[in-house]
């Protein structure tokens, strides 16, 4: 866990999100990044198996990485992906995550932009 605090507003101002299935001389390059006062988390689709830490003042102050093994109960590949979408037709069950669980999820990326913007708490929902 990377614990996210920021005292000041520049530490959390601003963010840059972009996704591309295949930019310019990178094809399927996906990478999230998050970075926090106190260390960084990186995921990449080239690994899924890892992510990329810098968490404490060691890590941190010396800009050293490590390869953390990520869970099994966290992984989810393409092919389990596909798998899972065919199973649920077979079985005439709704998909998850479903068309609710993403918009559920922009909602909180929503809210959390407004509040690094207002520096503020923003209650869920959000109204519409």
């Known amino acids: 866990m990377v614990p996210l605090s920021w005292p ?11 996704s591309s299935l295949y930019a310019t001389a990178r094809r399927n390059h996906q990478r999230v990044k998050i970075y926090g006062d106190q260390g960084a988390l990186v995921y990449q689709w080239e690994d899924t198996d890892h992510l990329q830490a810098a968490v404490g003042p060691v890590f ?10 990520i ?3 966290f992984k989810a590949t393409e092919p389990e992906e596909s798998a899972n979408f065919t199973q649920s037709i077979i079985e005439d069950k709704e998909m998850q995550p479903n068309f609710q669980d993403g918009l559920r999820n922009q909602e909180i990326l ?3 932009e407004t509040s690094a913007r207002d520096r503020h708490e923003v209650d869920l929902p959000l109204a519409a």
């Open 8 to 18: 000041d507003s520049s530490t959390a101002q601003w963010a840059l999100y972009v």
């Open 60 to 69: 941190v102050d010396e800009g050293q990485w490590m390869s953390m093994p």
């Open 71 to 73: 869970p099994q109960r």
């Open 110 to 112: 929503e809210a959390v």
